[in-house]
């Protein structure tokens, strides 16, 4: 018999997904760095990718989109697709869209500096009226 309280059975399959995605990723590391943080899946050729959502899936299915794949950290993944959008790293876009390279990170850091900076002289401004 199945759940009767919906929020009952999301919080069971969110959890099962999540359990499964940890399994697969357990002792595997990224194929650029080396890294076992926050891993993810690469399509190496996005045409033939079916979906990004395969972790409830049965494990033949799944088994045959993670052969189309290879294992990288989130950052590696971030500068694969900003190389293939065409973007370049040190670029405060860059680091929004998720790249963590020095350059990047700088970058937003500068950013996130100057408009604290911004703000707080917005807000003495306001209060001297």
Request: with cysteine; charged share 35%; glycine share 6%.
């Amino acid at each position: 018999m199945g759940y009767i309280n919906k929020n009952k059975k999301r919080e069971y399959q969110r959890v099962w997904v999540a359990n499964r995605r940890e399994a697969f990723f357990c002792d595997k590391t990224c194929k650029h760095c080396g890294d076992n943080e926050d891993l993810q899946l690469h399509h190496l050729d996005p045409s033939k990718k079916e979906s990004h959502s395969i972790w409830g899936w049965s494990k033949k299915r799944q088994l045959i989109e993670i052969a189309k794949c290879i294992v990288l950290c989130r950052g590696c993944h971030m500068k694969v697709h900003g190389k293939r959008l065409g973007r370049t790293c040190g670029k405060v876009s860059t680091y929004k869209y998720g790249c963590r390279c020095e350059k990047c990170t700088i970058a937003g850091a500068v950013h996130n500096k100057e408009r604290r900076l911004k703000h707080k002289e917005k807000m003495d401004s306001v209060e001297d009226k």
